[in-house]
């Protein structure tokens, strides 16, 4: 397995956006493959600033993506950003390490300390060093921000 940026491929780019309009309608019901499709393309050109779209590989096969963005559309956030979102991995190759190795690519990644919401991963977060901030309210569903502190 490895942790790569998003190919150009529109195929992997419809298919993991796809996932990611999926995975949370309850937390962002206006969200559109199209917003993820835009994001990668934002990403092709930032260079080494966000954002960044990752995906995880398996041989041939795309098995999770993470992403770092400038802001992720918490109401009300204070946090400067970026912020990590969009960890997804599919069902099958969970509890193998993936998340984790998406999540450290991003860290690796990021410009200086980064911010995050979870519905209630906060012990998985917290095991690799994110700390958390306070708790928020997201299209009536509770989140948990937290903090990672680069270097």
């Not at 990590?84 to 991995?89: E, I, K, N, Q, R």
């Not at 990644?109 to 979870?118: G, K, Q, V």
């Not at 690799?128 to 309210?137: L, N």
């Amino acid at each position: 397995m490895r942790v790569i940026d998003i190919p150009a491929d529109p195929q992997v780019r419809l298919l993991v956006a796809g996932w990611c309009v999926d995975e949370w309608p309850h937390l962002f019901p206006d969200d559109t493959a199209q917003w993820y499709l835009d994001m990668y393309a934002q990403a092709d050109e930032a260079g080494t600033v966000p954002p960044h779209a990752l995906v995880a590989v398996d041989g041939d096969e795309v098995i999770g993506t993470a992403s770092l963005v400038v802001d992720d559309d918490l109401p009300g956030a204070t946090e400067p950003g970026p912020w990590l979102a969009a960890v997804y991995v599919l069902p099958a190759h969970r509890g193998r390490g993936v998340g984790r190795a998406l999540v450290a690519a991003v860290m690796e990644r990021a410009p200086a300390d980064i911010w995050l919401y979870t519905e209630g991963e906060m012990d998985w977060y917290g095991s690799m060093g994110w700390s958390t901030v306070r708790v928020s309210e997201l299209n009536g569903h509770r989140v948990t921000v937290m903090h990672w502190r680069a270097g």
